[in-house]
Structure formats: C-alpha cells, structure tokens
Nanobody, 128 residues
Framework: QVQLVESGGGLVQAGGSLRLSCAAS????????MGWFRQAPGKEREFVAV????????YYADSVKGRFTISRDNAKNMVYLQMNSLKPEDTAVYYC?????????????????????WGQGTQVTVSS
C-alpha cells in the first residue's frame, strides 16, 4: 500500500493559480502512474490529469487542458498539479491517486477505478 498526502489547496480568485502537491510513501513510487481527480459538491468524482510511471506521457480532461499541468519527481516521491487560469467551476476537493498496478497504463483516464490508493483530498475554492 501507498500513503498519499495532498497539500496546496486554498481559496483563490478566478484567473489565479495554485500548485497542488502530493507526497507518497510506502512503496516504490516510481513504478506507478499517478493521477489527480476532483469532486465538487453534489457531483461525481471526475478525472483531471494523469502521468505515467516514468513521467513521459500525460493526459488531461478537456475542461482543464491548456490550464493545468501534472508533473512528478520520482526522486522525491512527489506529484504536482499546477493550476493556472482558475475558474469558479474548478472548485472541488482534489484527490491524488496511485494506480493499482505497477508499470501499468490501463484505465488512466477513467473515473478512477484503476487507482487503488487515494489521499484525503485538498479543497480548492475559486471565487468569481
């Protein structure tokens, strides 16, 4: 199992930026794809961004493409989500997640079923 701890959320005005961080511990971080998901009040959890285990490939939800950037530092067991040009509709709890299987790219952009470990979430609130 892996333990994931998110940080960096907060309140920001529309058009502003935030950088979320996720610290991983407990297993070989570099072998697993990592993703960011979010859940707004009254809505289903949705995919935001994912990065493959070596960091060579990234995927984004259409709603954040061009504004958000996912990255990872395997030496530090960290994954990041840089969020620019934030909009009120980005308001949600953001979760970091680790793929169930090492070296796998199956189900990266789904609703999160391929991810077996989740952090506790960090709140992002964007005011208009």
């Amino acid at each position: 199992q892996v333990q994931l701890v998110e940080s960096g959320g907060g309140l920001v005005q529309a058009g502003g930026s935030l950088r979320l961080s996720c610290a991983a511990s407990g297993r070989t971080f570099s072998r697993y794809a990592m993703g960011w998901f979010r859940q707004a009040p009254g809505k289903e959890r949705e995919f935001v961004a994912v990065i493959t285990w070596r960091g060579l490939t990234t995927y984004y939800a259409d709603s954040v493409k061009g504004r958000f950037t996912i990255s990872r530092d395997n030496a530090k067991n960290m994954v990041y989500l840089q969020m620019n040009s934030l909009k009120p509709e980005d308001t949600a709890v953001y979760y970091c997640a680790s793929h169930r299987n090492e070296y796998s790219s199956v189900g990266l952009t789904g609703s999160g079923g391929a991810f077996g470990s989740w952090g506790q979430g960090t709140q992002v609130t964007v005011s208009s």
